[in-house]
């Protein structure tokens, strides 16, 4: 059984964050850097300028928030082999989100990853460009497809990394189960950067308070990001 609740969310429960990813108060710090700091001054200076359409500026307006909420905690917990949630979790931009169609919400999701190409593309500075940035150091040729899908009792949108070259992208090993019957493509350290950061700004706008264990399930859309070719992705 699938249920929507158009609330705000309780915190996290003290006691069921990951341990893999948080410490006792449910708070893991991202380090600030130079590429990050450029980052920031770019998005002030697009924010401030009188030529930015609207569009843009509340992207960058998005994407400085994601920045801050990065640097304060991680916005999930991820599973550590348990059978069930460990707990419920918020996007930092769930409560902007919570009464917008899963259309508006794939409109700004695809604003936020073009935004953040054409910002970590405009720092010129070697040696802060140095600090590795996913989404800008990724091929020009990767694109991004964003759909959305509409079905009794919920909706789900899917995110694509699309074009992503063999060579950037990734290793073709024999799988751990099958051995060199069957090989497949791991993901490069790059190609695992970008699917994390582009995973980020996916599940910025999304919440889930589901418990298997219960076998309930609640979040505000379903989906999943993925490659094009199908890729493995280590989890962090």
């Not at 509340?58 to 990065?70: E, G, M, T």
């Amino acid at each position: 059984m699938t249920v929507r609740r158009d609330k705000a969310l309780p915190e996290r429960p003290e006691g069921r964050t990951n341990p893999r990813y948080f410490d006792e108060k449910g708070m893991i710090p991202v380090p600030m850097n130079e590429r990050m700091q450029a980052k920031i001054k770019a998005l002030l200076a697009l924010i401030e300028h009188q030529r930015t359409s609207e569009e843009e500026r509340d992207a960058a307006r998005r994407a400085l928030k994601r920045i801050n909420d990065q640097r304060e905690k991680h916005e999930k917990a991820w599973p550590t082999g348990r059978l069930y949630n460990p707990g419920a979790w918020k996007g930092s931009k769930y409560e902007q989100a919570r009464n917008l169609t899963l259309t508006e919400i794939a409109r700004l999701i695809r604003a936020d990853l073009k935004l953040a190409r054409k910002i970590g593309q405009s720092v010129d500075d070697p040696a802060v460009l140095a600090v590795p940035d996913p989404i800008a150091d990724a091929p020009e040729q990767i694109k991004y497809s964003v759909r959305t899908r509409y079905y009794s009792g919920g909706g789900s949108i899917d995110l694509v990394i699309k074009n992503v070259p063999e060579i950037w992208g990734w290793t073709v090993e024999p799988h751990p189960l099958y051995g060199e019957q069957e090989r497949w493509k791991i993901a490069t350290a790059a190609m695992a950067a970008l699917y994390h950061e582009v995973e980020t700004i996916y599940h910025a706008y999304n919440y889930d308070n589901s418990d298997a264990m219960t076998d309930y399930f609640e979040r505000h859309y379903w989906g999943h990001v993925e490659t094009e070719p199908r890729i493995h992705i280590p989890r962090r």
